[in-house]
Structure formats: C-alpha cells, structure tokens
C-alpha cells in the first residue's frame, strides 16, 4: 500500500480507483513552506495540479520515500522535472485528457473575440444598444497560426479548416510530413508563421526557448489584412502557457490598433492581479485557467494519473514519464 497526497483536487473516481487498489490517499493542499520543508517524507507519491509548485529545493527536502510525481495535465513548468530524475524520480502527465477540452475553448474564444461577444455582453449589462459598432468578421477566408502543431493544436486545425480557414504551422520539431498530412503550411521560421496571418493561437509548451516569443516585433508582422481582401485586423489566442506571450507587449499592440483582439486563459502571473491593465481593455477578455475544466476532461485526467502513478508504484514504466530521457 502507497500512501498518495493529492494536493490540488482530483475526480471521485479516480480517488476511488487509487483507493480501491489498496493505497492511501490525503487530500488537501499543501502550503509551499511546507512542502520546502519536508511535508512529503511520508509520501509515495503526490499528484498535482498547476497551483502546487515543486522546485528543486522541494523534491530534494521530500527525502527519498517519493517515488512518484504525477502532473493531473499536460504541462509540468510547476515540477523541476530535472531535479525529479536527479532524485531517481519519475514525473508521469496526463497528455491526452484534456485535449477535446482545449481545442473548444480556443475555438471558442476565437468566434467570441471576432463577433464581440464579450464586449457585447458588457455593454448590454450597462444598459447600452451598442449594434452599429459590433460588426465582426467571418473565421471563413483567413490564415490561422498555430505555434506548436500537437495533438490540440491539430484538433484546432481540423475545426478551423471545416470552418473555412487556411491552416499554417510553426514547430521546429515538427515531421514535415505531419503537416502535409493535415494540410497545413509549415513555417521554418516563427517570423514567417507572423506575417502570414491575421489570427494567432499558441499551443507550445513554456520554456527557455519560448518564453515571450510572442513579442512587439513580431506581433508588429501581422497583416492585419486576410487573402479574402477583408480588413479583419489581427486576433491571439493563449490557452496554453502564460509567459508565452509578453503582456506588456501585447497591452501596447491592443492600444495602438496594431493587435483587434486578445483572449487569454493563461497568465504570466496567475491569478491575474485586479488592477491589470489589460483586464480593463475593451479589445480583450480572458478566463481564469479552464481549459480542461470539463466534467468530462476532468473525468478522463483523473482516471489517466491514478492509472500512470499506479503503473510506476507497481514498479512498471510509464509511456507518459516526462523526464525518462534524464532518468539514470
């Protein structure tokens, strides 16, 4: 029997798996300074959300009864994933639960930003008849950017397609043949991906290499103008890491024209302080990190950690390690 800490919440039935095959499982979160000073010593394994963080100085004061550290999502820039395999720790993820989740809410932002949804919702809530200055544009007859062309970024893609959009694609490592196969362009160069497209969504994961690669210069690229002849002004959309994008930047692009509208579920600094700047624009709204806050994604990330964290604390290999290639 495991004893299992499940910091930031987890789906009843998947509790009850992981109890059902004989562990223990705490709930409840765990404060950072206690987490730094030893709280999981008693634990085999924890599973997290994005709101627990687990630094190298956490995973080194853990001891060496932790065998397990399991992501219930896809991104792990919360988990010092180095120091884990430094430790002989695996970090195992849950890709492919949230996906369906995330590739709605992206699309959904898009259509929201491009028909003034939000705004228009604001208005009517202050008592303003506001039809004459809400004409939007069509989806239809535009060139959309995906940074990243994963398995979201391809549900993306699919949807935008049949909705009459021409797809492009920036990813270093990304198989040509994969974008060939999905009928997408693929750009050599991020820049390219910029002056080619009115509309931006970003599907990458945060790191080194990607921290604010959205910037003024290259949100400066943007056409502003569709190959439909329609003046549809540039849209971005994040629902997938924030410090992607650099928001001070992209305050400044929605205040000189140069960006139409902005729609972001994630953050640099999460939760978004009430005096944000860009909060207060009209041209932007955002929600509050949900992208795989569905029933059914939450359902699928549940059942999917407690099986991955389940296979290495029988002593198994699981295929959704993250750090296998650091691991001695």
Known sequence: MARIAVTDGMANDAVELLKQAGHEVVLGFIEPELLSNGALKDFDAIVVRSATKLPAATIAASGDRLAVIGRAGVGVD????????????????????????????????????????????????????????????????????????????????????????????????????????????????????????????????????THHLVNAE??????????????????????????????????????????????????????????????QHEHFHGTPHIGAATMEAQARVGRDIAHAIMTVLNGGVCETTVNAHLLK
């Open 78 to 209: 919360n988990i010092d994933i180095g120091a884990a395999a430094t430790a002989g720790i695996p970090v195992v993820n849950a890709p492919r639960a949230s996906t369906q989740s995330v590739v709605e809410l992206t699309i959904g932002h898009l259509l929201a930003s491009l028909r003034h949804i939000p705004r228009a919702d604001r208005g009517l809530r202050n008592g303003k008849w506001e039809k004459k200055i809400m004409k939007g544009t069509e989806l239809a007859g535009k060139n959309l950017g995906l940074i990243g062309f994963g398995r979201i970024a391809q549900g993306v893609g699919a949807i935008a397609q049949a909705l009459g959009m021409t797809v492009h694609t920036f990813d270093p490592y990304l198989p040509p043949k994969v974008a060939k196969a999905q009928n997408t362009t693929l750009h050599k160069k991020v820049e390219t991906l910029f002056s080619n497209c009115t509309h931006i969504s970003i599907h990458c994961n945060l790191n080194d290499e």
């Open 218 to 279: 290259r949100m400066a690229l943007m056409p502003g103008r569709s190959n439909d002849g329609i003046n549809c002004g540039n849209h971005i959309v994040n629902c997938a890491r924030g410090g992607i994008i650099d928001e001070t930047a992209l305050l400044d692009a929605l205040q000189s024209g140069q960006v139409a509208s902005a729609a972001l579920d994630v953050f640099e600094i999460e939760p978004v302080p009430s005096d944000s700047s860009l909060l």
